[in-house]
């Protein structure tokens, strides 16, 4: 079965500071798809990135960084020079054949940025 | 703005009453995907639909249903309504090809009194 877990039910750092958000994953499938999406206080889902399974080059985009590793099942971010804007609930999201494309969620981390 | 629409954006029912939710997908994208965000069980997945046809079915309840128009909107139907079918409804859409990404509309708030 499918399993996305992220460990981390609330965070708080105050601004400027790094912080990492963590995600394990579980599937039998050798082709998937991992994902991180953002729910801000307004409660849309924002899509941030996705990364699928043969590809474990590490992503930067802007603040924002993903590390992908298959050998600990493991699909980290990290968010440098936080800002306020970020304070959200960050859900990792895991796709594969196996689940029949359906997206399964982690129960998500709720990150608190402290001006 | 992900292009994905849905409406209504808030919906204040009784129980035992039956409620319609709609969401139209972005151009070209042909699967629509309908989750459930609840405090209790988190984001779960309801039901795909691709092109007209379902897809897959995750933990959708019997008095709940889908379908998809010839126009690639789709609607979720929700009937004989109990308190803890409130929650929130977001669709997503992807071009259904295989795997690729599925953007998410604002979702619709559902209370159930």
């Known amino acids: 079965a499918q399993k996305v877990t992220q460990a981390q039910t609330e965070i708080s750092v105050v601004e400027k500071e790094d912080v990492t958000l963590d995600c394990v994953y579980e599937t039998r499938d050798t082709t998937y798809y991992l994902f991180w999406y953002k729910q801000p206080p307004s409660g849309e889902l924002v899509f941030l990135i996705r990364?699928?399974?043969?590809?474990?080059q590490n992503e930067i985009s802007g603040r924002y960084s993903w590390n992908f590793q298959k050998s600990t099942s493991s699909f980290n971010f990290t968010i440098t020079a936080s800002q306020v804007v970020d304070s959200a609930v960050y859900f990792c999201?895991?796709?594969?054949?196996?689940?029949?494309?359906?997206?399964?969620f982690g129960t998500g981390t709720r990150l608190t940025i402290i001006p | 703005d992900s292009g994905v629409t849905q409406t209504p954006k808030h919906l204040i029912t009784a129980t035992g009453q039956r409620v319609t939710l709609r969401c139209s997908p972005r151009s070209g994208d042909l699967s629509v995907y309908w989750y459930q965000q609840s405090l209790d069980q988190g984001l779960q997945f309801l039901i795909q639909?691709?092109?007209?046809?379902?897809?897959a079915k995750g933990n959708i309840l019997e008095r709940f249903s889908a379908q998809q128009f010839p126009d690639l909107h789709s609607e979720l139907n929700l009937s004989s309504l109990e308190l803890g079918d409130s929650a929130l409804y977001f669709c997503?859409?992807?071009?259904?090809?295989?795997?690729?990404?599925?953007?998410f509309g604002p979702g619709t708030r559902l209370l159930v009194l």
């Open positions: 999201a895991l796709e594969s054949n196996f689940g029949n494309e359906k997206l399964t």
């Open positions: 997503a859409t992807s071009s259904g090809r295989y795997q690729e990404t599925q953007y």
């Open positions: 990364r699928n399974s043969f590809d474990e």
């Open positions: 639909y691709y092109n007209g046809e379902e897809r």
